[in-house]
């Protein structure tokens, strides 16, 4: 009896935070062109069926089949996940995505943090950061700069302060550009 309690609540409480988007969506005025910061969800449980860009979630986001918001602090769980600003926990089935900024964990087919700072993990088949502190674990590991740890088959990083451990290893600015089964970097982590 508690057990089908407790999914009827879960199952009211998603049904509310999705009427409660639909309604606000609805009677929301046109946002302006040049906007900050996005407007707070007004649940922590936020059911993302399409791009809300200008939304700010705190909380928990389901991503059925698409999201995407300005922020998500909290977890972003589903098939596609997409945000500018990201602080949490990212599980999509295939895709995670964070434009700028983003700290915390990745896990899915293919991670990226764009145009974005990583610190935190990346774990899928497919990576990329443009600068980050953490580690990357992966098929195929891609990152411009890095102050960390790559692990997969392919490793590729312009500079890094770290180690690769793969069949393939490049630090493009180094002096062993090419290492098979690990290349460690020492050059100097730009912006830290």
Do not use: H
Request: overall charge neutral; some cysteine.
């Amino acid at each position: 009896m508690k057990k089908v309690l407790m999914v009827l609540c879960v199952v009211m409480a998603c049904a509310a935070a999705k009427a409660q988007q639909t309604a606000s969506a609805s009677q929301a005025p046109a946002a302006p062109a040049a906007k900050a910061q996005g407007d707070k969800a007004p649940w922590p449980v936020w059911l993302a069926f399409n791009s809300t860009k200008n939304i700010d979630v705190a909380g928990v986001r389901f991503t059925l089949p698409y999201g995407e918001c300005e922020s998500v602090t909290g977890f972003d769980i589903g098939f596609y996940g997409r945000c500018r600003y990201f602080e949490g926990f990212q599980l999509n089935i295939l895709r995670n995505e964070a434009e700028d900024v983003l700290s915390g964990v990745q896990i899915g087919c293919y991670n990226s943090s764009g145009r974005a700072d990583l610190k935190g993990l990346q774990v899928g088949l497919f990576n990329e950061a443009r600068s980050m502190r953490g580690v990357q674990v992966g098929i195929v590991n891609l990152a411009d700069s890095i102050c960390g740890l790559q692990l997969g088959l392919i490793n590729r990083a312009e500079t890094m302060y770290g180690f690769q451990v793969g069949a393939v290893n490049v630090i493009r600015e180094s002096e062993m550009v090419f290492c098979p089964v690990l290349n460690i970097g020492f050059d100097i982590f730009p912006n830290y």
